[in-house]
């Protein structure tokens, strides 16, 4: 299984906690009032509207509260926010890109630095592990919506480029700039997506021991726990055994 999707078994678990909830719907808002200031608010006529609502949906967040996120856009009085990436390192060289939405770039750039360095790791310049990252679009199903030949077969007429299935459910991987059509097809063949979402995904990976992870799990939640952090992804890899420590 790929880093990246190791990381999601490891988020699914810590998003049962309430608090840590509360901090991803306020994000997931933030994602949506900043798509509807960019373009259109209307999530027909804006992908990345439309992407920013299907991920907040799929995370459980009530209509009321993304309605809200549109109107603030809608109205004016929206803060003006800049989008900017980090790239750094973590336990035993683990690549680490963190992905802000700020008002204040010397406050996010002083706190990310900072993080880096309480937690053992080190913030590199802008470029310095991007090299071992993809940026694709990610779609996934649970299981229930069929078995993998079926999913296979949907994804290639969709235009994906790579399905990943396990007893999990389906991840299906396309192109960036085909994250918008591939997942309206899909949903027309499968229906709803569990998860639709532009994602770095990890062409070189690093293999961490138990104690690493540990330290790159504490590194990365202190990151997330900064309100201008919306994502954080990593390159590492662990086995099953290691994993199931966690």
Same mark, same amino acid.
């Given at each position: 299984m790929a880093g990246h999707s190791k990381w999601a078994n490891i988020q699914h678990r810590k998003g049962r906690q309430d608090g840590i909830r509360s901090k991803l719907f306020s994000k997931l808002s933030k994602e949506i009032t900043v798509a509807a200031k960019m373009g259109d608010p209307d999530v027909d006529?804006?992908?990345?509207?439309?992407?920013?609502?299907?991920?907040?949906?799929s995370n459980s967040v009530p209509k009321d509260v993304i309605d809200r996120a549109i109107?603030? /856009?809608?109205? *004016?009085?929206?803060?003006?926010?800049?989008? @900017?990436?980090?790239?750094?390192y973590g336990p035993n060289g683990v690549a680490v890109i963190v992905e802000t939405m700020t008002d204040n770039k010397n406050r996010t750039a002083s706190t990310v630095r900072s993080t880096f360095t309480k937690n053992g790791g080190n913030l590199g310049e802008t470029g310095s592990v991007g090299f071992m990252f993809d940026r694709k679009g990610e779609i996934t199903y649970g299981i229930s919506v069929g078995d993998a030949d079926t999913?296979?077969?949907?994804?290639?007429?969709?235009?994906?480029?790579?399905?990943?299935?396990?007893?999990e459910g389906h991840t299906i991987i396309c192109a960036d700039t085909d994250l918008n059509d591939v997942s309206n097809a899909l949903? /027309?063949?499968? *229906?709803?997506?569990?998860?639709?979402?532009? @994602?770095?995904?990890?062409t070189i990976s690093t293999e961490l021991g138990l104690e690493d992870m540990q330290k790159l799990m504490k590194l990365v939640d202190a990151l997330e726990d900064d309100d201008d952090v919306q994502r954080v992804t990593t390159n590492f890899d662990a086995s099953d055994e290691v994993m199931a420590q966690l």
């Open positions: 006529k804006n992908p990345r509207l439309r992407l920013a609502v299907k991920e907040a949906k109107k603030k /856009a809608i109205g *004016g009085d929206a803060e003006t926010y800049d989008e @900017i990436r980090y790239e750094g999913v296979m077969m949907a994804a290639i007429e969709a235009g994906a480029e790579d399905v990943e299935s396990s007893e949903e /027309a063949e499968l *229906g709803e997506t569990d998860s639709t979402k532009l @994602i770095w995904k990890p």
